[in-house]
């Protein structure tokens, strides 16, 4: 299977580093005309930007936007300048997430919650209706959520967090039966990835948390980049509404979702 987006434009928020930047090599490699980056720091930007470069992603098919993942405004700036630099805007990969407030629910600092669920659960909400309005309306397209396995099952330490992605599971399902039959909506749900943002989980004892997967390894950006890639080609023409776990075996393998 061949996964292409030949001709096609995105956006991927969070773009700067971990899955967002492996992501944006991965669509540019299968043959995206062009993909627009966002983070909310420049420096972050050019830094990808050179990155990808050296790993020889085009530079004239890159442009970064700075954009916070929960500001209205920035988004709608950002799919305005991927239309008149590109021409479209075919696919959105909503990325871009944070995690402030780690510990269990009964004791977590709401502040770091609402910075959580503004960034995780409403920010997805916001590119998806600013993508949708200023061009996928009209002209089809694609969304990718990036969500959790956290978001489908329990777990200790990241209670705020799995909460934000299972409501973007659930804006996944609700965003597939709105949009359809023009724009897919579809989700990849991450077990733990190697990135800054989950550090937390592995970086102490990184073979202590591989072993609770049962492919025996934590995930790299490349093997979420590829089911995103997968998921906004024509190869899933068929295919809404999906939440897709990419994670080692920690959902398939124990037989539920529970």
Partial sequence: MDARVDGKVAIVTGGS??????TAFELLDSGAAGVVITSRRMENLEEAIDVL???????DRLHASVARADDPEAAERTVAETVERFGSCDILVNNAGTNPAPGPLVDVDLAAVDKTWSVNQ??????????????MKDHGGVIVNVASVGGLRPAPILGAYNISKAAVVFMTHQLAFELAPTVRVNAVAPAVVKTRLSELLWKTDEQAAASTHPLDRLGEPEDVARAITYLCSDEASWLTGVVLPVDGGVI??????G
């Fill in 17 to 22: 580093r971990g899955i967002g930047r492996a």
């Fill in 122 to 135: 409403r920010g997805p909400l916001i590119w998806s209706q600013k993508v949708w309005h200023g061009w």
């Fill in 53 to 59: 470069t050296e790993a020889g992603a085009p530079r």
């Fill in 252 to 257: 398939g393998a124990s037989g539920s979702l």
